[in-house]
């Protein structure tokens, strides 16, 4: 049952940019904002009737910093999504997010990063850079996007970082995103005078939102959360390797996304980066933190 608590998870999350491609005209500010609030209010209120309410012994001003980097993840990922496409958006965000992990990891915390880091880091950055390069022959694909796309790999890194902090001072999961979700809804919010939130308001927009904050944030955290407590940290990373993976195939079979043979190759070698990555997590885990395996 664990294992396939992750599997749902992963699968679900794996439906965040195709949902808002199917969705109305929605700014990608508005979405991901409206993603979070939800879906941390959702978290909040399990935590609390659970009595999981927990953020630990950690430095309270982390969540807020960390606040700050789901804000980040958001914002970027979708208009990443809505800039070069589900599939390559997806990807790219996924497979670069454990080599910034590392990097973080490295910077704030002293951890030591292994050979099989800086081979999957170079097997990612090789992917992306074939996918800028193939970004004239395959359509939706294209440089900025990349770059929103490793904004939103930077920001999860950030989160996770912070978060498995909090979580081994004694931060129980549901507690901890709760509070680092509502912290980054909280630090959307002025930057949503700036853009237009109309669309959020009609049936179709709310019915977005509440996905997106129901489905794929509070129910998916809470099947990730209970099946991680229960298995081996290689093999969750092996099975949330099916977010990606769904994206894609959602990106080609729902919304017809056909990007050049270049590109394609590139979401391939991010994607070998990132299982590569996978299979020593129970061994180095200080390469990439626990909960980097957790996409957002």
């Known amino acids: 049952m664990a294992r396939a608590h992750v599997l749902t998870a992963a699968v679900l999350f794996g439906t965040t940019g195709t949902a808002q491609a199917l969705g109305p005209d929605i700014e990608p500010l508005v979405v991901g904002s409206a993603r979070i609030a939800v879906g941390a209010a959702l978290l909040g209120a399990v935590a609390l009737a659970a009595g999981r309410a927990r953020l630990g012994s950690g430095d309270p001003k982390l969540v807020l910093v960390a606040g700050l980097f789901v804000a980040v993840y958001q914002a970027s990922f979708f208009a990443a999504v809505a800039d070069t496409g589900v599939a390559i958006g997806t990807v790219v965000a996924l497979g670069s997010a454990p080599a910034f992990t590392g990097v973080f990891s490295r910077a704030f915390a002293g951890e030591r990063l292994g050979r099989r880091w800086f081979a999957a880091t170079g097997l990612a950055c090789a992917g992306v850079a074939l996918l800028t390069l193939g970004g004239s022959s395959g359509g939706q694909v294209s440089a900025p996007g990349i770059g929103l796309a490793l904004a939103a790999g930077a920001g999860y890194a950030g989160y996770a970082v912070i978060a498995k902090h909090l979580l081994d001072r004694g931060g129980t999961p549901e507690g901890v995103m709760a509070a680092v ?23 179709d927009g709310l019915a977005l939102a509440a996905y997106l904050g129901v489905v794929t944030t509070a129910l998916a955290y809470v099947l990730f959360a209970r099946g991680l407590q229960r298995i081996g940290a ?3 990373a092996t099975l949330t390797l099916a977010e990606p993976v769904t994206a894609m195939a959602l990106g080609f079979a ?10 394609v190759a590139g979401a391939a070698l991010v994607l070998a ?18 909960t980097a395996e957790a996409p957002a």
């Open 181 to 203: 979700f509502g912290t980054g809804a909280l630090a959307l919010l002025p930057a949503l005078a700036l853009v237009d939130t109309g669309g959020l308001l009609t049936a």
């Open 234 to 236: 290689s093999e969750t």
């Open 273 to 290: 980066g990132l299982a590569l990555l996978a299979v020593r997590l129970d061994r180095r885990p200080l390469s990439a933190p626990r």
């Open 254 to 263: 729902v919304l017809g996304e056909r990007p050049g043979a270049a590109a």
